[in-house]
């Protein structure tokens, strides 16, 4: 199965704060794109800006509509004043109204921003969803004219904003075909899917012998919901031995999950079921349950006089 | 005829009174970083 995998060289997914900074707009056309390039996917024009932005200019053409109408009213005032005391009223009291109107415009940008932002989504919703559907098509066919790691790349860029599981289960067929490592850009917790997918429990044991770390919660919990279809899997033994593995290099996961745990730790490798024994050694809880026994017969049995798992060599343990 | 430009600093009054009460007002209910990030994913997600 290995061998058919490809080497390949995943691009790094630029990463914003907010979810909407990459998405951006076309002034011409009004249509939306979470991808980057220059021109616009529908009308061609290079006239794509950041909704963000978008909507910030939409805010300063308000307040600057507001200002214009003041200031037309105070002309108008001026012309219809008979004497200089009303020029002197209307001028005065139009100047004193627009200093304060342009001082709280001032403070409110921000937060106007944000309110025209709301309802450019509000509004033009059905048009953000048929522009990332648009985005997703420009995925799958990037993929079916053979680049798929470019394929790859567009369909996960849309994936920050699209959530279901069809893209998931595209985005890991994809991966399953690339050689992973564990110094590419991965991750684990946005592709597992509602529903059971023998891809999903693939990928997630390629994760946790890869890199370890990215197992959490919901890796595992997934794992451990499917447990009985995992074993049907041909690879599932070793899906199961590898998640377990990871988890053991935090307390919490052991104590939290220790029916699965106990269920895999007699197959553990060595070294992470000697993390496993001095995690719950260190623990009086863990080891009056179950669990705590568990560790000294199978320690008595496989390990008989090993002696990394004496008391003082739990300080040399990696986590 | 003065009473227009009075009419009119008047207009000019409770035009700008009710921006500024506006603005007041939306300044505590302007949405959050993450209620517009909230918005978007269910725009996007919600026909699924
Ligand atoms: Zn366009």
């Given at each position: ?15 914003s ?8 707009t ?12 220059e021109?616009?996917p ?22 600057l509509?507001?200002i214009?109408?003041?200031v ?10 008979q ?15 627009l ?12 937060r ?16 953000i969803h ?12 990037t993929?079916?004219s ?14 920050v ?11 890991l067929?994809l ?11 991965l ?8 529903d ?7 990928y997630?044991?390629?994760?946790a012998r ?14 451990i ?25 935090m ?13 895999y730790?007699?197959?553990l ?29 199978i ?6 006089s090993?002696?990394?798992f ?8 990696r986590? | 005829?003065?009473i227009?430009?009075?009419?009119c ?6 035009f ?7 603005y ?17 994913l269910?725009a996007?997600?919600e026909?699924?």
């Amino acid at each position: 199965m290995t061998t058919t995998k490809k080497a390949v060289q995943l691009p790094v997914l630029e990463r914003s704060r907010r979810n909407y900074d990459r998405l951006r707009t076309c002034r011409r056309c009004g249509k939306y794109t979470i991808l980057p390039g220059e021109s616009c996917p529908n009308c061609g024009r290079a006239r794509l800006v950041p909704v963000m932005e978008r909507a910030r200019s939409r805010a300063r053409r308000k307040m600057l509509n507001e200002i214009l109408f003041t200031v037309l009213l105070i002309i108008i005032a001026i012309l219809l004043a008979q004497d200089m005391t009303q020029i002197a009223i209307a001028a005065g009291t139009g100047l004193i109204l627009l200093a304060l109107l342009v001082l709280v415009q001032r403070r409110m940008t921000g937060r106007e921003t944000l309110r025209q932002l709301s309802r450019m989504f509000r509004y033009d919703h059905a048009t953000i969803h048929d522009g990332l559907v648009h985005d997703q098509s420009t995925g799958v066919e990037t993929v079916r004219s053979g680049k798929d790691v470019e394929g790859y790349h567009i369909l996960r860029q849309t994936a920050v904003l699209v959530r279901n599981d069809r893209l998931r289960l595209a985005l890991l067929s994809l991966l399953q075909n690339f050689r992973l490592r564990s110094d590419m850009d991965l991750e684990l917790e946005s592709l597992i899917t509602r529903d059971f997918d023998p891809l999903v429990a693939d990928y997630i044991g390629e994760i946790a012998r890869l890199k370890r770390d990215m197992i959490k919660d919901r890796a595992i919990r997934y794992i451990i919901a499917n447990e009985p279809r995992i074993l049907e899997m041909e690879n599932g033994w070793n899906i199961l031995i590898s998640v377990a593995s990871a988890a053991v290099r935090m307390k919490r996961y052991v104590t939290m999950y220790q029916g699965f745990i106990r269920r895999y730790a007699r197959f553990l490798p060595r070294e992470r079921f000697v993390r496993l024994y001095h995690v719950v050694h260190s623990d009086p809880a863990l080891q009056s349950e179950v669990l705590g026994q568990d560790m000294e017969s199978i320690r008595a049995e496989l390990y008989p006089s090993d002696p990394a798992f004496e008391p003082d060599a739990a300080g040399a343990e990696r986590p | 005829m003065d009473i227009l430009a009075y009419a009119c600093v008047a207009i000019m009054f409770l035009f700008v009174v009710s921006r500024l009460l506006s603005y007041a007002f939306r300044r505590k209910k302007a949405p959050s970083e993450e209620e517009l990030e909230k918005q978007l994913l269910a725009a996007v997600n919600e026909r699924e």
